[in-house]
């Protein structure tokens, strides 16, 4: 039946088309030169145009992305979606704005959002090799940059603005926002504004996996699976951006706020894993009923986190037109986070009696809010030299950024850490003999991470008076607590070339190699406490080394202008890669293993329990990424619009040097697209064919398979008026498939949004 529903849509959407004009569109990247062709930049890139992003639905940045080759996204709800580039995740891959890092604390947990909104940019690039190596620090997996006009650098030429309104039915939630911009007496002005509210999203039934507790207890017999909806998913954002700049012969100079808050639902937290281990860990507390009380503690509990960003940013440009300096970029952005994550009681007095004048629960953590914390200021310069401009373009990049990350409160696991860090970069695009174009970067990254780590000592002291009284025994346990500082430098270099032949009107192929160098993060190195919402209690190494990637990759393309593909390969080696391992020991715990005896599993929990989460720790070794991405397709003229047919697919394999399976790959996938595009209509079919996932790391469970099905018209009509009303329709998950990311760490208490409905009205004028 679902085969079926697939190719009547194909078949039906083919035929609705209306007679319309076909414009030709260039897109350049703004992370070389803007008079470039996309065509002709040798690094493998996708850039998204706004356009496109204006028909979707209100979704997070690894959402918005997902469907392209090479590219997925690690999501905890509807909030937070991380994307990943060739199977690398967890801050290997750079979030920037304008070419600017955004300095949230994404990179301190798996259900911390990317702080981005997608709401009247330019485009999304994502950029890989020479020309990402001025831009990011460390990116092994690539750049995800997206582009808005809030500081415009060319003069309106008249006013305009637009107000919009969405509806989504998956969570019957709405967004409204509005835009205006205008040129005021040689000023440019912008501002934007979006509020959205959407609630708890439906899921299919039984798409949530429990645990085999959880189902022991016939309290339990009704779960979230058997009511259609995903508790906890809601998600609120408020998001405000104004700018103001100049512009003249000499350049341009801009300024420019940004504000957003954010509220979303956590739909899985630690405590949730405690509840597995309250029968074996109980009697450590003292307390036999731990499990049960623990359960009807936290049953009706919010757990949900605010976050509140400002930045201000200052760019420019000056153009110095001289003989060595043709011209420099400057910029600047200064950024305050704070990210808070609380409990809360969803039925009031029910359970607000339990709660009121306690300090902490039974597993030892307080249930006042955590806050995250990040203040970082980023300035630098590029200067682009003028000797051999029409042959080449040569870019030099220096750049300071300074972040404190802090995390305060109930369940912080880690100590401040301050870091700097200076880069400066080279790159160079020139042409060769024989149609060959190369392009070279270089960089020098220094970078100083310090802070300290707080280690918990046991010590116990036993006395005749106590006896055999387990509880006693507690009151004579002294925890010690010692402070150990580091202060760490990394100094590393990075490298980046690309050739590209141009064999002839419709053929060629780049090759390209990078030894990218990527220092330890702040929690890679301090991390030492709880991460609830892993389900872990995690240890960082302050003596680990940075990491580095050598990618070699090669890429045929074609097109001819009705047929159209390319190929590409890629071997990426990681030495020292960092990665998260789940202590053995626990691991076997879990799954109850007889073979353990009493004696060994009293002596396990008197020394490394950690309140039933399991313990892992940050540790390294050399790994292995390789894969291939293909697509091809064919372009139609048809009713004086363009109709492209396409098929893509993507696949990447991920294994240590001693032969186990990396966590947390992408299973390989199918891509289907059928779209069609005319002056005033646009639309997508898209399908998703995602193949399970079986080769696996430790610790992890395969993921079933799943096929996403999307659909998105838009369509633009000219009023009376003069000014244009756009309506966008689009429909996901059409077939209500049950869908997990595999790279998600929570992917079956998690699962994907189903079918969801959803209409946009802008009026643009």
């Not at 890989?128 to 690539?142: D, E, H, I, V």
């Not at 205006?180 to 912008?190: A, I, P």
């Not at 309290?219 to 512009?247: C, K, Q, W, Y």
């Not at 808050?261 to 109980?282: C, K, Q, R």
Request: a negative charge; proline letters at 2%; glycine letters at 10%.
């Amino acid at each position: 039946m679902k085969k079926i529903l697939i190719i009547s849509l194909f078949v039906s959407l083919t035929f609705i088309v209306e007679t319309q004009e076909v414009e030709e569109v260039v897109v350049t990247s703004s992370l070389t030169d803007e008079d470039r062709q996309l065509s002709e930049i040798g690094d493998p890139i996708h850039i998204v145009n706004g356009e496109e992003l204006g028909d979707t639905g209100t979704q997070s940045l690894g959402e918005s992305i997902d469907d392209l080759l090479g590219v997925s996204s690690v999501d905890y709800g509807a909030a937070v979606g991380q994307p990943a580039i060739r199977g690398l995740l967890d801050g290997r891959v750079k979030i920037l704005r304008n070419g600017l890092s955004v300095a949230d604390v994404a990179g301190m947990g798996a259900d911390h959002l990317n702080e981005v909104d997608l709401f009247n940019i330019r485009q999304i690039e994502i950029i890989r090799g020479p020309s990402s190596l001025l831009y990011a620090k460390g990116a092994l997996g690539g750049v995800v940059n997206i582009i808005d006009n809030t500081i415009s650098q060319k003069n309106f030429e008249e006013q305009a603005g637009g107000l919009g309104v969405e509806f989504q039915t998956v969570n019957e939630g709405d967004s409204k926002n509005f835009f205006y911009e205008n040129n005021v007496g040689g000023l440019n002005l912008t501002f934007s504004f979006k509020d959205s509210q959407f609630g708890n999203y439906d899921i299919p039934n039984g798409a949530i996996i429990h645990s085999e507790e959880e189902h022991e207890d016939e309290d339990h017999d009704e779960h979230e699976e058997d009511m259609g909806f995903l508790a906890n998913s809601d998600f609120g954002s408020t998001t405000s951006r104004f700018g103001v700049s100049r512009v003249g012969d000499w350049g341009y100079f801009g300024i420019s706020l940004e504000d957003q808050e954010t509220v979303y639902g956590i739909p899985f937290h630690g405590d949730d894993h405690g509840e597995e281990h309250g029968d074996e860990h109980g009697d450590e507390h003292g307390d036999e009923d731990h499990g049960d009380e623990h359960g009807d503690e936290h049953e009706g509990e919010r757990i949900y986190a605010f976050t509140d960003s400002q930045a201000v940013n200052l760019q420019g440009s000056f153009n110095v037109n001289g003989s060595l300096v043709n011209s420099v970029d400057y910029f600047f952005r200064d950024t305050e986070y704070a990210f808070s994550e609380q409990h809360a009681e969803e039925h009031g007095d029910e359970h607000g009696d339990e709660h009121e004048g306690e300090d902490h629960d039974d597993h030892g953590h307080e249930e006042g809010p955590t806050v995250f914390t990040n203040d970082a200021t980023e300035f630098g310069a590029i200067f682009d030299f003028a000797p051999f401009r029409n042959s080449h373009s040569a870019k030099v990049m220096v750049n300071f950024l300074e972040m404190d990350e802090a995390i305060v409160g109930a369940e912080a696991f880690m100590n401040p850490v301050q870091s700097e860090e200076f880069n400066i970069g080279y790159y160079l695009g020139t042409d060769l003999p024989g149609d060959f174009d190369l392009d070279l970067g270089v960089r020098y990254d220094s970078v100083n991470r310090k802070g300290s780590i707080t280690e918990h000592h046991e010590e116990e002291h036993h006395d005749d008076d106590h006896g055999d009284e387990h509880g006693d025994e507690h009151e004579d346990e002294h925890h010690e607590m010692e402070e150990v500082f580091f202060d760490n430098t990394y100094e590393e270099y990075s490298f980046s070339a690309s050739l590209r032949k141009q064999i002839n009107d419709s053929m060629s192929f780049d090759v390209s190699f990078s030894s990218v160098a990527n220092a330890p993060s702040s929690t890679n190195l301090a991390m030492n406490g709880p991460h609830l919402a892993r389900g872990r209690f995690e240890t960082g190494d302050v003596n680990l080394d940075p990491e580095r990637g050598n990618n070699f990759e090669g890429t045929l393309f074609y097109d001819d202008g009705n047929f159209f593909g390319q190929f590409t390969a890629f071997q990426n080696s990681i030495s020292n890669y960092i990665y998260l391992q789940d202590e053995l020991e626990h691991m076997d715990e879990d799954h109850h293993d007889e073979d353990h005896g009493d004696e060994d599993h009293d002596e396990h929990e008197g020394h490394d329990d950690h309140g039933g989460l399991i313990h892992a720790d940050f540790l390294q070794q050399d790994a292995d990424f390789n894969g291939y991405e293909f697509e091809f397709g064919r372009r139609f003229i048809l009713a004086s619009g363009e109709l492209e047919l396409s098929f893509g697919r993507d696949v990447v394999n991920g294994e240590f040097s001693d032969g186990e399976n990396i966590p947390r790959i992408t299973p390989a996938r199918n891509l289907y697209s059928l779209s069609y595009v005319a002056s005033d209509l646009r639309l997508n079919l898209t399908l998703k064919d995602v193949e399970a996932q079986k080769e696996i790391g430790d610790g992890e469970t395969i993921t079933d398979g799943y096929k996403m099905l999307n659909l998105r018209v838009g369509k633009d009509y000219n009023l009376a008026s003069g000014n244009n009303l756009r309506v966008s329709l689009f429909a996901n998950n059409i077939l209500d498939e049950v869908a997990r990311n595999h790279a998600s760490y929570v992917k079956d208490q998690v699962p994907l949004p189903g079918l969801n409905f959803g209409v946009k009205f802008r009026l643009d004028f």
